[in-house]
């Protein structure tokens, strides 16, 4: 059984960066889609970056293209998102999740593609 835990939110102020990662375990087919998704207050979760496990394919929402980089190590089976420049609307709960079918452009940001959801990390940025 598939199981992600993210570390790595917190409070920072804007311009600043933080680091998520997502750990992983129960792995068992050669390829998956890990995702990240957040979710503010009063809106709906959204998509902010995926990458298949394979490294084949990486994709991000626009609002964060050039700012947030998400990569993985395999070695220690964790996913990170590494987040600069951070602004106050990137303030949220954010989301791993995992799906053993590989990601592709029409499929990566919905939340109904991912099998397995962590718990969530909050990330506050002050303004």
Do not use: H
Request: proline content about 3%; overall charge negative; hydrophobic content about 30%.
């Amino acid at each position: 059984q598939v199981q992600v835990v993210e570390s790595g939110g917190g409070l920072v102020q804007a311009g600043g960066s933080l680091r998520l990662s997502c750990t992983a375990s129960g792995l068992t087919f050669d390829d998956y889609a890990m995702g990240w998704f957040r979710q503010a207050p009063g809106k709906e979760r959204e998509g902010v970056s995926c990458e298949s496990w394979s490294g084949g394919s990486t994709y991000y929402t626009e609002s964060v293209k050039g700012r947030f980089t998400i990569s993985q190590d395999n070695a220690k089976n964790t996913v990170n998102l590494q987040m600069a420049s951070l602004k106050p609307e990137d303030t949220a709960m954010y989301y791993c999740a995992a799906d053993s079918d590989p990601p592709n452009g029409g499929t990566w940001w919905s939340t109904s593609f991912y099998d397995v959801w962590g718990q969530g990390t909050q990330v506050t940025v002050s303004s």
